[in-house]
T-cell receptor, first 112, second 113 residues
């Protein structure tokens, strides 16, 4: 019974490049959430998706960031034209809409 | 706006002592309050949660209490062990029509042998 799977675990990008982070939810879960965690800080909500729908993107920066959760395949968090301030750990969580969120191990993005 | 405050930010205890972490929330419609433990380099792990229809929940050495009137909830760890050392986050589910969790800023717990 695999948990939430995120890849890559570590990603290094140069300024201006694109970063794509993938998340496969737990089996049977149709709700996906993305959170960002800066070093020594808490988890900041970014976006909440259900299959093919963005439910709440109130935490997403207005530019360069996008997220999708297609009918088939993993959820993708895409960051275009990365800047140094995008360096962080990005965590994906999934739920069955019971309120219990289960987190993956995170993707750590470093922007040089 | 939506807000969860957490105290203290760091907590050091001797092995065997108790540890208490407190959180307050702003949205009176919140009805679900989980606690997560995060070890270095790993993702947050759900350790206990409580819903708004109960005031206390226990699981072995861990307990959570909820005071809806005052809008605060607490995590209690008894008989602490070195492996309890980690960062602990409280969270609150905001309102009835969303599963979004808002997290506190975290408490770094250090248990000394």
């Amino acid at each position: 019974n695999a948990g939430v799977m995120q890849n890559p675990r570590h990603l290094v990008r140069r300024r201006g490049q694109e970063a794509r982070l993938r998340c496969s939810p737990m089996k049977g879960h149709s709700h996906v959430y993305w959170y960002r965690q800066l070093p020594e800080e808490g988890l900041k909500f970014m976006v909440y998706l259900q299959k093919e729908n963005i439910i709440d993107e109130s935490g997403m920066p207005k530019e360069r960031f996008s997220a999708e959760f297609p009918k088939e395949g993993p959820s993708i968090l895409r960051i275009q034209q990365v800047v140094r301030g995008d360096s962080a750990a990005y965590f994906c969580a999934s739920s069955q809409s019971t309120g219990e969120l289960f987190f993956g191990e995170g993707s750590r993005l470093t922007v040089l | 706006g939506e807000n969860v405050e957490q105290h203290p930010s760091t907590l050091s205890v001797q092995e065997g002592d108790s540890a208490v972490i407190k959180c307050t929330y702003s949205d009176s419609a919140s009805n679900y309050f989980p606690w997560y433990k995060q070890e270095l380099g790993k993702g947050p792990q759900l350790i206990i949660d409580i819903r708004s229809n109960v005031g206390e929940k226990k699981d072995q050495r861990i307990a959570v209490t909820l005071n809806k009137t005052a809008k605060h909830f607490s995590l209690h760890i008894t008989e602490t062990q070195p492996e309890d050392s980690a960062v602990y986050f409280c969270a609150a589910k905001m309102g009835y029509n969303t599963d979004k969790l808002i997290f506190g800023t975290g408490t770094r717990l250090q248990v000394f042998p």
